[in-house]
């Protein structure tokens, strides 16, 4: 299994509506990045999160990082068709390395 | 706007024929990496650099290999692509290498027939 676990792989949402991405990991976490990738481009930063219950915001783009739990969720208010595409997590481990979830691919039905 | 291209953005070569692919930065950052991403995969890391040190996966083949002549530019040379070596290949740098953002170019998809 992989050391970083998205939930759901993919997801299909009314536009309008909200909608919650999971990221657990299977070992401490000690940064946690959220990225966007559109289909066949590179990777987008969206924010990143370091201490346990940080939350942070970008627009309508929300994350949290649950360190007990090992776990970050991106939440989105009111979906728009600008947020379809790929949402990607990925962690720092302790060699400055980042690893990476296999993805959320986001699909927002008009 | 400062950013990272990569070239070509798709690449065709035949099986066996060494291809290089190429990254180049105008964020003036330390650290470039090099990524192969399979359909519906995570990003897997290749190597990366840390201004001129070089600095290789484990599980990285051999058949891999990467120049950084300068702080610019970073190239990716596959000595002889396998079907298996058909991916996405991105390159992203960032400042530093603890807690950094990457910051990520448009990728190459590489095409092996």
């Known amino acids: ?110 | 706007d400062a950013m990272v291209i990569q070239n070509p953005r798709y690449q065709v070569t035949q099986f066996g024929k060494p291809v290089t692919l190429s990254c180049s930065q105008t964020l003036n950052h330390n650290v470039m990496y090099w990524y192969q991403q399979k359909s519906s995969q995570a990003p897997k890391l290749l190597f990366h650099y840390y201004d001129k040190d070089f600095n290789n996966e484990a599980d990285t083949p051999d058949n891999f290999q990467s120049r950084r002549p300068n702080t610019s530019f970073c190239f990716l040379d596959i000595r002889s692509p396998g079907l298996g070596d058909a991916a996405m290949y991105l390159c992203a740098t960032s400042e530093g290498q603890g807690g950094d953002e990457q910051y990520f170019g448009p990728g190459t998809r590489l095409t092996v027939t």
């Open chain 1, 1 to 110: 299994s992989q050391e970083l676990e998205q939930s759901p792989q993919s997801l299909i949402v009314q536009e309008g509506k909200n909608l919650t991405i999971n990221c657990t990991s299977s070992k401490t976490l000690y940064g946690l990045y959220w990225y966007k990738q559109k289909y066949g481009e590179g990777l987008i930063f969206l924010m990143m999160l370091q201490k346990g219950g940080e939350e942070k915001s970008h627009e309508k783009i929300t994350a949290k990082l649950d360190e007990k739990k090992q776990q970050s969720s991106l939440h989105i208010t009111a979906s728009q068709p600008s947020h379809a595409g790929i949402y990607l997590c990925g962690a720092d481990r302790s060699n400055y390395q980042l690893i990476w979830g296999a993805g959320t691919k986001l699909i927002i039905k008009p």
